[in-house]
């Protein structure tokens, strides 16, 4: 490609809103331009990256048996109205009306379409098992569309469907997806991590997420040092904690503590580590139709997960309660225990069983010390605590490390949630309807080109990866005017591309500064730049990753290239 | 592929309101499913053909130099407002408000998009020419949906957009896209023609559409017998008609004429040829605010074309005309005629400056003979005729023949009507800013699926052509017990895909006559049929056009197939 020819309006100013990387690179390189909030087009440069991350997916997909398909972008509401989610889901999910007063929606993800091209066309378990899969645009109407293409509302996703006549089926799907997915991060040159995941709203047995491990991610994942655990924070296990400090040995009694609301003063006051405190935090559960203030105890020194204790209560949402609404909900602030509590509560499942323990007695200026956390029912105890670094492997016990995370991917093993609800079902073996074992499989198509930013970019610009770069190099003319610096260079760029490199010349009429501040903005993984140096039979080659210049033969331009290339 | 691993669910079930075989056909085939009225989901065997017309639409576009970009789907409603289109453009437009209640459409066209693309980046008119193109998913809100995806709401258009510094080079661009869509068109095996078109509401010097030649169009198209003329009826020319029939000599005169109100009545009345007469057709115009009776005037052996009524007055619409409407614009139906009539009126063209005229009086049971159509004002003459067979051509005289198209293409010549609205411009050579010139260019993707089909099949089902196929062959195997049959068709499978062929294998556990069947109704352009003629080393060659069907042997099957193929 000449550049001279293309379109990639670089510019030096960056989006006033625009704090990562990623979201600054893509703009001032020309690779995307926003059109409203949340709201992207492609340029040529971004079209170029969708594509090839399209591709990669799309072979990876196809070698694992999936059938490519495209779901409309507009859905009937009434699908939605079958899979009971019309009603249900967020303002994420755009309703409107046409011109005909009835109901569609934007497709936010597909589980109804899918559901809907199968049913009563798969009859058979014969027919099983099956995987849909499109690349398409979905919209959601996010609260707080940010950071660029990474959180917009209209992005572009893989999402697949698979169907099965049975789990295990379903398991050995989600387990083929499971590799399938590492094989196509791997082509796309990133480091990431599949770590199990919080199911939340979308339901069913088991879920694992796909993190890019950069600086700048939005999630908290804990990684084991020593084994293969990794998990999303929401949903990360751990070793029970061992105590430390001296056993406060003590019977049940009920102790005046003036001003002692925090657990840093009940654990001075009573010479105790914070291993033998209760916290209480207290949070106001949003649910469809109405809102419950509700109490969460942990261990004095963890910290409340708060996905953990919405999935612990079944809320919407978790909100914090405010000063009055603790109040009339007969709750003592800075003094509130489980025991003798009025109103709903539910406790860390570490803390089951745990004795001498110290917590608020639900009284001004009073706590309950030598605690026992044994009588209360089995389903007040969930898991609520948010797992840290520094604590234990579930599964070895090695150290688990906390790294920020950026999603890219998601497999679900839904179940029957989709097909009984839309009552999509096919005969088995023994001649019985059943309805269809499910699975569902995300890639974030579009976020990962800023994904793909994030873990490689310097000050200057982007840094991609040879594995998956718009461009494999840019061939930069210094200076038009040389005869035979623009002859060599051209004769450079017809041959690289007759040998099937992806090129791109710039030809441009423009000062050899903006060239190369445009090169190291674009970021292609090598630069040869044919200078004056071309009197003396060598060019410069520049390697993108830490901008290192070396001057090679110009004769050996082609075959250098081809050497770092593959 | 194979069969056994695919999902094409056939069925011999036709959609209730079918009527055209391109959509009996999609739904039976399992190509598409509807989904909502207009609305369609793709499954495998759709989105390949969906696939198959993008890369070549994709190909030809990138040799002429356009560059691929992706605007979203959903526009932010500011830049409609800029072009002033958000008020003006009708229902089609599916306008939307999202949580924070501001306004957005779904793209039913990228104009805006376009323009907004290249304001305040491209600067100057050495940046000049750039053609952007997509093919993405649009949506038109369309008030009668039908035909399956021939007319759709939602649909996969490719449309593309120039930026030019003068009309000289958008002309150049314009023939440029004549001659790319010609190829494009050509290597989807299409029997086409471009014809001059109406501008209509888009606007602009000059457009043409591309119309596939089928018996189900919803377009009249005339072409000439003897030179390359074509046109849609709605902007058809001709030679202006030659006088047939005595000439009715007479001084000017008002006639008594009782209950004659018909032009056959009043030919008859004078004993003259219907050419020495004059028709009116009465109309009400709809325009954004308000509406007006109008009459449009031609000779009495002609009919009115609506598009070219509708652009002589400029209305948004023309319907028909109550008899209330008529009598209270002081209109006298029956006798209504060009001479002191007060109402607003258009005369066609042809009738300019002739003599000897009959028209209605504008008075009940008279009209007038021996008129001069002379001395009206010029801005009264428009072309109004409905062009007909048998009419001669404006370029050659030859004779002009009816046909019916299907619309597929139109490029257009816009001009600056769009940059001009949202102010973007450039600076010219001589450092003065000016509105870009434009150019626009659709291709229905999705609707091309379907003219295929119409253009190409019979009552059994598709007949795709060779140059553009979901597969190229289907290998049968007509009985999978026969094990020396199926070793045979496996091995046939597996050298063809190693050649190159796009071949599908029917490995199915099914009955043969439904295999035969699902072939025909799928329609790959051949089928090797491996069955008992094996044992005498022969195979069955099915040609999909015309159901022929010869004995090869069996060990030239492949060589057979790529000698057709090619």
Redo the contacts between chains.
Sequence with gaps: MRFS???A?T?KEAPKDATLPSHIFLVRG?FV?Q???G??????L??IM?DKISNVVRDEMNKA?A??????????A??WRDSGRFSVFG?EL?R?K???E?D?V?SPTNEE?AV??VKN??NSY?QLP?H?Y?I??K?R?E?RPRFGILRG??FVMKDGYSFHANADDLRREFDLMEATYSKIFTRLGLNFRAVEADSGAIGGSGSKEFMVLTKNGEDDILCCDSCKYAANVEAARRQPKAPYGDVPEAEPFKFHTPNTKTIKAVSELFRVSEFYTIKAVIKKAIYADNSEIIVFFVRGDDELEDTKAQNACGALELVDASEDEIKNAGIVAGFCGPVGLNAKFFIDKELKDNTQMICGANEIDYHFIGVSVSSFKDDRFKDLVAVKSGDKCPNCGGNLELSKGIEVGHIFQLGDKYSSAMNATFLDENGKAKPFMMGCYGIGVSRLIAVMIEASHDEKGCVWQKQCAPFDAMIIISNLKDEEGVKFANELYQNAINSGLNVMIDDR?ERFGVKINDYELLGYPYAIVVGKSLNEGNVELITRAGLNKELIKASDALKVLKERLC
């Design positions: 020819k293309f379109y309006p510019t020309g331009e059109n409203g909030a709201l992207y087009s492609f340029l040529p971004g079209k969708l048996g059938l490519e398909v495209s779901f409309s972008v507009v859905t009937n009434d699908l303002k755009l409107f046409d011109r005909k009835n569609f934007i379409s809907a091209m066309k798969v014969k099956l849909l499109q398409n645009t919209f109407d609260a509302r209209e009429n």
